[in-house]
């Protein structure tokens, strides 16, 4: 049992460019969510998902999208990379009415 | 919507001496109310939470305290010892909402 897992763990990419953030959970999990975290800024919710085939926008949802075409991963995607994305990206997942989970998180660095 | 607030942001505390974090939040509706800590280089760690229909949890050397009245709740750790040293959010649920977390406060144990 792996719980949640975040691939890639780091990254680096220049402005403009795409790449997509997996999240992966193998608890059966009806809810995932995406995070980042700034300093000083907590952790901000950017989109989550109640179940397979649904997403929908959180606090800060602004040039991210994201998929959950299936219940155990959620992939978070930039379309076009800004410097204002750098930022730790975490993924977390929890089942109905019970405690959430958090994944080991993805430092992203736009230049 | 919900907001969450965390005091303080820092807090400083010789090895053995207890340490206080406490979170206030908006909405009366709220009725769960976890506590993580977050390692250096980690996700947020889920270490301890309360439901509304409960004043007090205690685990070992953590405990939660609830106050609905006022709307606040505390996370106390006692005989503290330098692992405790982290990063520590609170946060609070209305039924199966996304969670809202507070700011954080960066504990550090002195040995």
């Known amino acids: 049992n792996a719980g949640v897992t975040q691939t890639p763990k780091f990254r680096v990419l220049k402005t403009g460019q795409s790449m997509t953030l997996l999240c992966a959970q193998d608890?059966?999990?009806?809810?995932m969510y995406w995070y980042r975290q700034d300093p000083g800024m907590g952790l901000r919710l950017i989109h989550y998902s109640v179940g397979e085939g649904t997403t929908a926008k959180g606090e800060v949802p602004d040039g991210y999208n994201v998929s959950r075409l299936k219940k155990q991963n959620f992939l978070l995607g930039l379309e076009s990379a800004a410097p204002s994305q750098t930022s730790v990206y975490f993924c977390a997942s929890r089942a109905w009415a019970h405690e959430q989970y958090f994944g080991p998180g993805t430092r992203l660095t736009v230049t | 919507g919900e907001n969450v607030e965390q005091h303080p942001s820092t807090l400083s505390v010789q090895e053995g001496d207890s340490a206080v974090i406490k979170c206030t939040y908006s909405d009366s509706a709220s009725n769960y109310f976890p506590w993580y800590k977050q390692e250096l280089g980690k996700g947020p760690q889920l270490i301890i939470d309360i439901r509304s229909n409960v004043g007090e949890k205690k685990d070992q050397r953590i405990a939660v305290t609830l106050n609905k009245t006022a709307k606040h709740f505390s996370l106390h750790i006692t005989e503290t010892q330098p692992e405790d040293s982290a990063v520590y959010f609170c946060?609070?649920?209305?039924?199966?909402?996304?969670?809202?977390f507070g700011k954080g406060t960066r504990l550090s144990v002195i040995a």
């Open positions: 946060a609070a649920r209305i039924g199966n909402t996304p969670l809202v």
């Open positions: 608890m059966n999990h009806e809810y």
